[in-house]
């Protein structure tokens, strides 16, 4: 056993079908009577649902949450709760709408209660992010954790398909990184494990039947523990070219996960060999990468970044970027090995055995 630190995140987990009723008891308990509820347009009529359910302790329900949180968009929400003097903030959704109440949580200190409805993990860090003039700041803070969480897989119900492939796959990316993450713990790492193995079992499930009540409960439970992972210890490589490139090329989040997770895998599989054999035991499979390869096309979600709109002019400059600041990963991080990696994910090719 090597040494490790594991500093746990104090957040409170409600979990279960129908546990949103639970919302008002929820914010009572963390004393909060003028809740300012969020949401993303898209998710108004369940954001108005959960306002409805706090009744008196909601005074305003705000749904222009934005993915990867556009500044001015913090800046108007962080406006109106200063306005209804707002005592805590519920963010609704994926993490667009939870990305918007960690903004309120940092400029003014605000609690904030997460209902999370996709897979994505935010609810569980202390990550905020928030972006201007196209480049996305990420920075830690305690403040912005969440206190309280709520997982109710009916409110996964409706989402679709290809989103909760996607976005079940973006959690399988947290779990993965933390397995051969220079931090990791073996704490985190039996998380990891339990939520590749929960995520590869229940996605296939949803779908095939996006009402599987059952599945989506694993789903969402694969999605805690990998959010945990995420919280807990540092991300590499996939991480990292994710970020540059739904930033610099305006690629959606959670499809640019799909897409890179099977080639950082293969990219790290020599220089992380326990982490690849406890991924591929998870998924079911002998080999890590191309399992992951798998499973994203079992889901019919997208394996190439062609087909998500980059060109393959855009490669290089994306290169460049993915190398620009050095961070830790398993395999040493190469222009020449980035490129490969890329052209690989742009064709979208099955990665070869590790
Ligand atoms: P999202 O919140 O934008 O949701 C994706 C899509 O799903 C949207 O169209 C939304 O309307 C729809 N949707 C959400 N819930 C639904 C439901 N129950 N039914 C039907 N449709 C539903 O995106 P996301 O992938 O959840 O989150 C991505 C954002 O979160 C990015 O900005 C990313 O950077 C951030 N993020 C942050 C962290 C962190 O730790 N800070 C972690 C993961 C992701």
């Known amino acids: 056993m090597r040494d490790f630190i594991y500093d746990t995140l104090p957040i409170r ?27 993303t347009p898209g998710q108004r009529a ?81 990550i905020w992010g928030q972006t201007e003039a196209g480049v996305k700041t990420t920075a830690r803070d305690p403040k912005v954790l969440p206190r309280t969480v709520i997982y109710d897989p009916e409110l996964t119900m409706a989402l679709p398909r290809a989103t909760s492939a996607t976005s079940g796959m973006n959690a399988v990316a947290h779990a993965v990184e933390a397995l051969y993450a220079a931090d990791a713990n073996p704490i985190t790492s039996i998380m990891a494990e339990q939520s590749i193995a929960a995520l590869a079992q229940s996605l296939p499930r949803i779908v095939a039947d996006p009402n599987n009540i059952g599945a989506r409960g694993d789903a969402l439970y694969g999605a805690w523990l990998a959010g945990v992972a995420l919280g807990a210890v540092g991300m590499a490589l996939h991480h990292k070219l994710c970020h540059t490139l739904g930033g610099a090329f305006n690629l959606p ?24 054999a406890r991924i591929a035991a998870a998924l079911g499979t002998s080999d890590a990468p191309q ?30 970027l993915a190398i620009a600041n050095p961070y830790a990963n398993p395999a040493v991080v190469t222009r020449a090995g980035i490129c ?15």
């Open 13 to 39: 987990v409600v979990f279960g079908p129908g546990q949103v009723s639970q919302i008002a008891v929820e914010a009572a308990r963390l004393g909060l009577g003028r809740v300012l509820v969020l949401s």
């Open 46 to 126: 369940l954001g108005q649902r959960v306002t409805h359910l706090l009744g008196a302790r909601a005074v305003g329900f705000h749904a222009y949450a934005k993915m990867h949180v556009p500044i001015e968009v913090g800046a108007a929400a962080v406006g109106e709760a200063r306005t209804l003097k707002a005592d805590g903030a519920v963010a609704v959704g994926g993490g667009s709408a939870i990305g918007l109440g960690k903004i309120i949580a940092r400029d003014l200190g605000l609690p904030l209660l997460a209902v999370p409805t996709t897979y994505s993990g935010s609810e569980m860090t202390a």
């Open 253 to 276: 989040h959670a499809e640019v996960h799909t897409v890179i997770l099977p080639h950082a895998a293969a990219y790290n599989a020599a220089a992380a060999p326990e982490a690849m």
């Open 291 to 320: 399992g992951l390869f798998d499973l994203a096309r079992r889901l019919g979600a997208p394996t190439s970044l062609a087909a998500l709109g980059l060109k393959d002019t855009d490669l290089d400059h994306a290169a460049d």
């Open 340 to 354: 490969g990696l890329l052209d690989d994910a742009y064709h979208g090719r099955r990665p070869a055995e590790a």
